[in-house]
């Protein structure tokens, strides 16, 4: 009885549906001009409202785009400014290394500084704690000087004996406004305490806040700690005067907003840990804003033109707007993928500003992304290098040891030397390694109580990695020999290291001295030093070499072309 009332009553539902469609569609019989003029109005108001919405949405977007890129600009003035700053740190400690200061020998110390910051915008400045200026690089050696103008900076290096980088101050040798980086340095001898200082101009630092980096209508400014100005792209604003806003106080960084005489401005503000320095970028509110208000102008004309052009019209723009918004998306997917963007023209110019801001930012990625490739394929060729050596000094330090400890002792100290020659390519890598240094590195575990035993002599000569490292290796060979058996076996033995350039050639000669040679317990085979400088320095550096045996000392002569030296050095600029 249910089974069939149930089936009664779907038959009866479909005439009763049909009959209220019927009814309905009775009713909303109306004439073509009605169903024109409320498709006007479904039309234009939606379309309105939408494209109020996706212009609200396009300006936003284009607020963090525009933000996000000033950062990135203050962030890259942060950055070229401690990297100048780092790059002032280790040079001043080089300069502490020099022999010159711990001798009390200040006039070659001076001549040496001198020599090394000519070309550049820095001068040295040394400093003892009664806050006097032995010397300044800006004027000759002895000339009478004032005490230093940075009082508070000085006391607070001192006490911290750590770097210190100094407010802005007017320097009274210089006459300009000035900033230092100090290194307090202690002697060994006399253990007097120095401060090695470079300063530099204020103005050196105007290339780091350049509008170059910066958007239309934005200037940016360096200030120190104390809240004066260093730095600026607004040439009204004078170097040394306190920065015009109220935000230099407050450790704020991001995005703000700050009133000054009436007048809002949109501020971007980066710290930098490393100087205690400000950057800001600043423009004022108005400005920033200005695109935004025109963008909302022009919507409501073309809005209103599109009421008075019709329902096309409306379509039109709606779908002109959505399909850039759809365009932007679409490269924004690109970018995420990793995929070169082109910059589309658009008819709306903020759509065409963001197309532009995604094909740079993928053209910065891609860039990235193949330095860091370089980079990778860099760091694994020189660890192939680094351990093809190792091995090569494994199997020469078992092949020629006599026991388990003679093994690890020979292995531990060409170990080390391969360190300290792979420290002085690191540390010089830019610019190469002096010939110098890395044979003063290299002899300095073997050198005896008497130095003078141990003469280095010849010109400034610079090196790529490749044959820094290998001359080291033989230098730390041929010392080690010279102590086992050589001129350093005893107590009068002398070592004389000279090089010197010849037209093309790069020449060098290892002579040894006083030494007692004893046929019966010089080594019968080769050792490593030998096989070094025979194999290595003529394979790898197409060197070419000579060995003479004299009463009192063996003596090498080596010869090398003068292009193998720093063949693989970024060429001078």
């Not at 549906?17 to 009775?26: I, W």
């Not at 704690?129 to 000339?143: D, I």
């Not at 390519?425 to 610019?431: E, F």
Request: proline share 4%; with cysteine.
């Amino acid at each position: 009885m249910s089974k069939r009332l149930f089936s009664g009553g779907e038959r009866g539902t479909a005439p009763t549906g049909l009959a209220f469609l019927a009814r309905l569609r009775s009713r909303l019989r109306r004439p073509l001009s009605f169903y024109l003029a409320a498709l006007l109005a479904i039309a234009l108001v939606p379309s309105f409202l939408f494209s109020l919405f996706i212009l609200k949405r396009s300006t936003d977007e284009q607020e963090k785009v525009v933000g996000a890129l000033l950062m990135a600009s203050t962030g890259s003035v942060t950055r070229v400014v401690e990297r100048q700053v780092d790059s002032i740190l280790t040079t001043l400690r080089v300069l502490s290394t020099a022999r010159s200061i711990d001798t009390g020998d200040l006039q070659s110390f001076y001549e040496r500084a001198s020599t090394a910051l000519a070309g550049t915008d820095s001068h040295l400045i040394l400093i003892d704690g009664a806050h006097n200026q032995l010397f300044n690089t800006r004027v000759p050696y002895g000339t009478p000087l004032a005490k230093s103008s940075d009082s508070a900076s000085i006391d607070q290096a001192f006490k911290s004996s750590a770097p210190l980088i100094s407010n802005i101050f007017f320097g009274k040798t210089a006459q300009k406004w000035v900033y230092n980086v100090y290194l307090p340095v202690t002697t060994p001898v006399g253990n007097h305490r120095y401060l090695l200082t470079l300063t530099q101009d204020a103005d050196s630092m105007q290339r780091a806040v350049s509008r170059d980096v910066l958007s239309a209508g934005w200037n940016a400014a360096l200030i120190d700690a104390a809240g004066n100005l260093i730095a600026s792209s607004d040439a009204e604003l004078q170097t040394g005067r306190p920065f015009f806003l109220d935000i230099v106080p407050a450790l704020r960084v991001g995005v703000g907003d700050v009133e000054h005489e009436g007048v809002n401005y949109r501020t971007v503000t980066e710290f930098s840990l490393v100087t205690g320095w400000k950057i800001v970028a600043w423009a004022k509110s108005a400005d920033v804003d200005a695109p935004a208000y025109w963008s909302y102008f022009w919507l409501v004309l073309v809005g209103i033109l599109s009421a008075v052009c019709a329902v096309l019209g409306s379509f039109a723009i709606a779908r002109l707007l959505a399909q850039g918004v759809t365009l932007l998306a679409r490269d924004a997917h690109l970018l995420g993928a990793g995929r070169p963007i082109a910059p589309r023209s658009h008819m709306i110019s903020e759509v065409e500003t963001v197309s532009a801001a995604l094909a740079e930012a993928a053209l910065a990625r891609a860039k990235a992304e193949n330095e860091i490739r370089f980079l990778m394929r860099e760091v694994a060729h020189r660890s192939k290098n680094q351990l093809t050596v190792i091995q090569s000094m494994l199997n020469q330090s078992l092949n020629t040891s006599e026991s388990s400890q003679d093994f690890a002792e020979s292995f531990r100290k060409r170990i080390s030397g391969l360190a300290r020659s792979t420290d002085l390519m690191i540390a010089n890598a830019a610019q190469g390694v002096d010939f110098h240094e890395l044979a003063q590195n290299q002899l300095q575990p073997f050198i005896p109580d008497d130095p003078e035993r141990v003469r280095l002599s010849g010109p400034p000569v610079r090196l790529d990695a490749q044959v820094s490292q290998t001359l080291g290796m033989a230098l730390h060979e041929l010392a080690t020999n010279a102590t086992k058996y050589g001129a350093l076996a005893n107590g009068r033995g002398l070592i004389t290291l000279d090089w010197w350039l010849a037209g093309e050639l790069f020449c060098l000669t290892w002579r040894e001295s006083g030494a007692d040679l004893d046929p019966e317990i010089r080594p019968m085979r080769k050792g490593f030093g030998t096989m070094v400088l025979e194999r290595m320095l003529a394979m790898v550096l197409g060197a070419e070499l000579n060995r003479t045996l004299h009463a009192d000392g063996i003596e090498w002569r080596v010869t090398i072309p003068r292009e193998r030296l720093n063949e693989h050095l970024p060429a001078a600029r």
